[in-house]
């Protein structure tokens, strides 16, 4: 039974980095059946997929449309986690931000959620 | 805008039957499997149904999904109070490249 744990301020200031990162037990980062995402909910724009990455043969991202320039999703294999980097946010980036294992067909496991405000 | 459609909301009565409609594309439901999750505010979405019509072990029976062409639907027969949540379609998009979600349906027993 997969588990993320994730960690990370509540607090960003705008134009500033929001930074999270998702501890994973029970599986591990590199494995090759399974992706690791970001997804962010917020009351206006729903659940929004952000980014994901994931090791094949080699390492490979995916990021969405509206976050790609600033979003940066990497793996820390040292410490079997991931985390997400999200630069020059402004208010509409306040969200909660989750966590997520996916495989191939959906997604599986679901960290608990970081409540993120962007303000001054 | 979200890129799968659904209703904002739907009500029933306990004992009732309710279907959630989810309608998408050629690049998303229709060339992909459909998952739907169960919400109840303030907590993680759930899994309810996987690979269009896969209950994973400990959802009731009582939750069941299926597909055709480039909409899916989550039956919920025998509501129950317990029941009362917000509901999503997730599905991968080919064209996009990755994951997208349904507004979401608001179920709210009578």
């Known amino acids: 039974q997969v588990q993320l744990q994730q960690s990370g301020p509540g607090l960003v200031k705008p134009s500033q980095t929001l930074s999270l990162t998702c501890a994973i037990s029970?599986?591990?980062?590199?494995?090759?059946?399974?992706?690791w995402n970001w997804i962010r909910q917020s009351p206006s724009r729903g659940l929004e997929w952000l980014g994901r990455?994931?090791?094949?043969?080699?390492?490979?991202?995916d990021y969405a449309v509206s976050v790609r320039g600033r979003i940066v999703v990497s793996p820390d294999t040292s410490k079997n986690q991931f985390s997400l980097q999200l630069d020059s946010v402004t208010p509409e980036d306040t969200a909660i931000y989750y966590c997520a294992r996916s495989s191939n067909t959906y997604i599986d496991s679901w960290g608990q959620g970081t409540p993120v405000t962007v303000s001054s | 805008q979200s890129v799968l459609s659904q209703p904002p909301s739907m009500s029933g009565t306990p004992g009732q039957r309710v279907t959630i409609s989810c309608f998408g594309s050629s690049s998303n439901i229709g060339n992909d499997f459909v998952s739907w999750y169960q919400q109840v505010p303030g907590t993680t979405p759930k899994v309810l149904i996987y690979?269009?019509?896969q209950r994973p072990s400990g959802v009731p029976d009582r939750f069941s999904g299926s597909k055709s062409g480039t909409s899916a639907s989550l039956t919920i027969s025998g509501l129950r109070s317990e029941d009362e949540a917000d509901y999503y379609c997730v599905t991968w998009d080919g064209g996009l490249n990755g994951w997208v979600f349904g507004g979401g349906t608001k179920v709210i027993v009578l």
């Open positions: 690979r269009n019509d």
């Open positions: 029970g599986d591990i980062v590199s494995s090759k059946s399974a992706a």
């Open positions: 990455t994931f090791y094949r043969s080699k390492w490979g991202n």
